[in-house]
């Protein structure tokens, strides 16, 4: 899979018009100096795309010089285009990073299925990146993000932000701290509601594409289909297996974030399903999966086994949470961490508790303030401090919710995960998920 990016190749395959600048990272990558501004360019400005464009841009020290959205509507490319307005505007990423000399850092804020083929082709022109959560569509992708911002040496952080609010950042504290002692085993759900379609056919038809949207360009590197109204775009991509993740893909690096920080996890070396079948192109409106981690300093055993629930109303089974009293109520979504002197509720987003309650005050246990996951980037481009969510971390996190996509196509089969070479050694049909097709003119260039 490896192949050498060439620039030339990138415009000719992706047929933008215009000539070739012949950048790459090594002759444009450069340090951003502390005392100089980063110049920013957002990809996807509307949804959560306006408010890490606005959270990045609180720093004083950023610039946002370019504005790229398939949606040239109000609430998409029109309000951050009369916000910015000295930046320039584009329909297209590809173009936009075609005349990117300007450019410092790029914030990807598309639907999951773009994350990896923008991300990749920004890194390779030596620009750093702030990509939304899950950082890519397949696991081959997520790997090849790693890989390229390694090779070329960039600031990147992935937008699972709770992870710098203080109640994630108080409770890794505290299981650093050894509160609840060496940990047994761990429980993460997701029990709320989405909007978005589960569990459908697609209809057939189209609708008009409306005059502000782009369809082509929203489509990207997933193979082409008609437009229908509030099917995709915008925020509905979530359910259909071509563009989003499902419910895991959607809260898992949120959800399981402070037990990877916490407890050091690495990718997982197996994990079984279970799910109802899965329609041909969206996601089940349910799923448990049961990951088994190479243990840690922190675990108690030499693995540990994660179990993850989402379905509406979902929850942990009670008995499974030892010191947890019956009647305290456990939040929508979170994690329960079962150590050996204690367990820790992880809501989300909620200050964490500790149990028993009468061994773990709340009024005595102390609390780590947040930071600003947004300028944290923007601080660490210019050689201020480090990110917490680089993509050498968020890389197994992402590995780790994917695989468990992967796991909910093959329910009640357990999948033997070797991270090393990226094989699911056991499952053959369970291996062809791990990369996926691109749409012809679109595929990315690898690491
Ligand atoms: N970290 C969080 O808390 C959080 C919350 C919500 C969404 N997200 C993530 O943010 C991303 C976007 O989700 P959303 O709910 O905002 O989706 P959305 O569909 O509502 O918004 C996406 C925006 O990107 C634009 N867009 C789509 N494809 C594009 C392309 N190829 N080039 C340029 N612009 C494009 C759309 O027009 C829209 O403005 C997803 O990865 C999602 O998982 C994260």
């Given at each position: 899979m490896t192949k050498q990016y060439n620039r030339r190749s990138f415009l000719r395959t992706t047929s933008i018009a215009g000539a070739a600048v012949g950048l790459n990272a090594a002759s444009y990558?450069?340090?951003?100096?502390?005392n100089s501004r980063l110049r920013i360019a957002s990809v996807?400005?509307?949804?959560k795309g306006w408010s890490d464009l606005n959270g990045v841009a609180a720093?004083?020290?950023?610039?946002?010089v370019a504005l790229c959205d398939i949606d040239s509507s109000a609430e998409h490319l029109g309000r951050a285009a009369e916000k910015y307005q000295s930046a320039s505007r584009y329909a297209d990423w590809r173009k936009l990073l075609d005349e990117s000399?300007?450019?410092d850092g790029v914030l990807v804020s598309t639907p999951d299925f773009m994350h990896a083929p923008i991300s990749l082709a920004a890194m390779h022109l030596g620009k750093h990146v702030f990509c939304q959560k899950p950082l890519a569509h397949s696991v081959h992708e997520v790997r090849q993000m790693q890989r390229a911002a390694a090779k070329y040496k960039l600031v990147t952080q992935m937008c699972n932000q709770i992870q710098s609010h203080t109640a994630y950042r108080t409770a890794v504290h505290w299981v650093h701290e050894g509160k609840i002692g060496k940990v047994k085993e761990v429980h993460s759900w997701q029990g709320g509601s989405p909007s978005w379609p589960r569990n459908i056919q697609r209809p057939s038809g189209s609708d008009p594409v409306p005059e502000s949207v782009r369809w082509d360009l929203w489509q990207g590197v997933a193979e082409e289909r008609p437009y229908k109204a509030n099917l995709y775009h915008p925020f509905q991509w979530r359910g259909w297996q071509a563009y989003g993740t499902g419910q895991l893909g959607d809260f898992g690096c949120h959800i399981m974030d402070p037990v990877f920080k916490s407890l050091g996890l690495t990718s997982p070396t197996r994990l079984t399903a279970e799910a109802p079948p899965l329609l041909p192109e969206t996601w089940t409106n349910r799923a448990m999966v049961e990951y088994e981690f190479p243990g840690t300093d922190l675990t108690a055993g030499s693995t540990l086994k994660l179990t993850w629930y989402d379905a509406v109303g979902a929850r942990p089974p009670r008995e499974k949470l030892a010191q947890v009293p019956d009647d305290y109520q456990l939040p929508g979504a979170g994690s329960v961490l079962v150590g050996e002197q204690g367990s820790l509720v992880i809501p989300h987003v909620a200050m964490p508790r500790l149990f028993p309650e009468d061994r773990f005050p709340a009024a005595e246990q102390e609390t780590i303030d947040g930071v600003n996951h947004y300028t944290q980037w923007a601080d660490a481009c210019r050689g201020n401090g480090e990110t917490t969510s680089h993509f050498d971390y968020a890389g197994p996190l992402t590995e780790t919710v994917l695989l468990g996509t992967i796991g909910i196509r093959f329910p009640d089969q357990e999948l033997h995960w070797d991270a090393k070479t990226l094989k699911v050694t056991n499952h053959p049909d369970a291996q062809k998920w791990i990369t996926k097709k691109y749409r012809k003119g679109w595929e990315p260039a690898w690491v």
């Open positions: 990558s450069r340090v951003v100096g502390a996807g400005t509307g949804g720093s004083p020290d950023v610039q946002v000399r300007n450019v």
